[in-house]
T-cell receptor, first 113, second 115 residues
Framework: EPEVTQTPSHQVTQMGQEVILRCVPI?????FYWYRQILGQKVEFLVS????????KSEIFDDQFSVERPDGSNFTLKIRSTKLEDSAMYFC???????????FGPGTRLTVL | AQTVTQSQPEMSVQEAETVTLSCTYD???????LFWYKQPPSRQMILVIR??????QNATENRFSVNFQKAAKSFSLKISDSQLGDTAMYFC????????????FGTGTRLTIIP
């Protein structure tokens, strides 16, 4: 069964460093998403992406964040200058043409020291 | 904007019993989807069940069923014959039906199944 994959599973970085979180969505999916979950809290929407551009972004997704689909298979989330409060679990999700069900990856746990 | 409320932060139940998790939501939309996601200790997000608002019939998936009350904006999850593997966080989520829509999650209910 096809699945969304994410790498790395755990990333530790120093405050102020840039990080890139990688996702490989399900191959025939059209819609891509990033969500964030701070430990013990609910899952929050960051950004959605379709047809090589951002469809919607939340207020969390400020200028420090960017997304890219560089090669038709990977979908990346970049944080330019990490802050302590960026420590969280980051989930990638993708959806097919109907867009009525999102499939989640296993997440990347980001720890900012 | 849509909101999703889960008023039970924690619940526990004996193995093999039935448990119901509550969820209410607020929206001005008429057509939308509602979901229950399970998050075990591994933190993977697993879709448990989906309900389409235009369908009056409640969705069921094996031991999992929902009670969808559209007028009351209520969407509860019933787990029958609970098993130890059901121990997890459960999140209720809302999504509009326009194609490329985000999920809006509730704060979750931590369910513990007691052996």
């Amino acid at each position: 069964e096809p699945e969304v994959t994410q790498t790395p599973s755990h990333q530790v970085t120093q405050m102020g460093q840039e990080v890139i979180l990688r996702c490989v969505p399900i191959s025939n999916h059209l819609y891509f998403y990033w969500y964030r979950q701070i430990l013990g809290q609910k899952v929050e929407f960051l950004v959605s992406f379709y047809n090589n551009e951002i469809s919607e972004k939340s207020e969390i997704f400020d200028d420090q964040f960017s997304v890219e689909r560089p090669d038709g298979s990977n979908f990346t989330l970049k944080i330019r200058s990490t802050k302590l409060e960026d420590s969280a679990m980051y989930f990638c999700a993708s959806a097919g043409a109907e867009g009525n069900e999102q499939f989640f990856g296993p997440g990347t746990r980001l720890t900012v020291l | 904007a849509q909101t999703v409320t889960q008023s039970q932060p924690e619940m526990s139940v004996q193995e093999a019993e039935t448990v119901t998790l509550s969820c209410t939501y607020d929206t001005s939309e008429n057509n939308y989807y509602l979901f229950w996601y399970k998050q075990p200790p591994s933190r993977q997000m697993i879709l448990v069940i989906r309900q389409e608002a235009y369908k009056q019939q409640n969705a069921t998936e094996n031991r999992f069923s929902v009670n969808f009350q559209k007028a009351a904006k209520s969407f509860s999850l019933k787990i029958s014959d609970s098993q130890l593997g059901d121990t997890a966080m459960y999140f209720c989520a809302f999504m509009r039906t326009f194609g490329n829509e985000k999920l809006t999650f509730g704060t979750g209910t931590r369910l513990t199944i007691i052996p």
